[in-house]
């Protein structure tokens, strides 16, 4: 039977070792950089629809108008490269725009809370019922409290912050720039 000399049991040892650090570091490591599927969804949009619901009664008598919200997201969209369809169908990706209140405050604190939610809604394909749905793939919020008086303002920069964060995502899953580059 060979003897291993002192140099070549050590060499063979620390290149074990190597392997076994390898083996389990890799998919630890791996893990960080993979996106999920949801936010992968955000990636290589041609074109979207935009859809702005209502607000609720006390935010829409303070000044905020789903058409100027609808705006907003227009405009940041075609800013950024993203063209928006006037006229949505089935096969066109729909950016979502909800606001929603907090129906219970306390009635000594006449600030109130709020909502913004924006979802990527598009056709995907249900294997298990083999048919293509409209469904959401992909969603953010904002959540912000505010004096009644500034729930527009509160609006408006709650919906600049998830336009912002849906637009990084784009830009990551598509390629634009490094998912370690995200800075969360």
Excluded at 61 to 76: C, E, Q, T
Excluded at 117 to 141: A, I
Aim: aromatic residues 4%.
């Amino acid at each position: 039977m060979p003897v291993m000399n002192r140099a070549a049991t050590g060499a063979a040892i620390a290149i074990a070792l190597i392997l076994v650090t390898v083996c389990v570091a890799a998919p630890i490591m791996g893990r960080g950089q993979r996106m999920r599927g949801e936010d992968l969804s955000v990636g290589r949009l041609e074109t979207v629809s935009v859809l702005a619901y209502p607000a609720p009664e006390w935010i829409r008598r303070r000044g905020v108008n789903r058409d100027d919200l609808a705006v907003m997201l227009r405009r940041r969209m075609t800013e950024a490269g993203i063209p928006v369809v006037d006229e949505p169908d089935d096969e066109v990706p729909t950016l979502k725009i909800v606001i929603l209140d907090a129906e219970h405050q306390p009635a000594d604190d006449p600030k109130r809370g709020f909502c913004v939610h924006l979802t990527l809604e598009q056709r995907v394909h249900v294997e298990r019922l083999d048919r293509k749905l409209n469904l959401p793939t992909w969603s953010t919020l904002h959540l912000g409290v505010v004096a009644p008086d500034d729930v527009n303002e509160g609006v408006k920069a709650g919906l600049k912050q998830v336009m912002d964060h849906f637009l990084k995502m784009n830009r990551i899953a598509t390629g634009e720039i490094k998912a370690w580059e995200k800075g969360w």
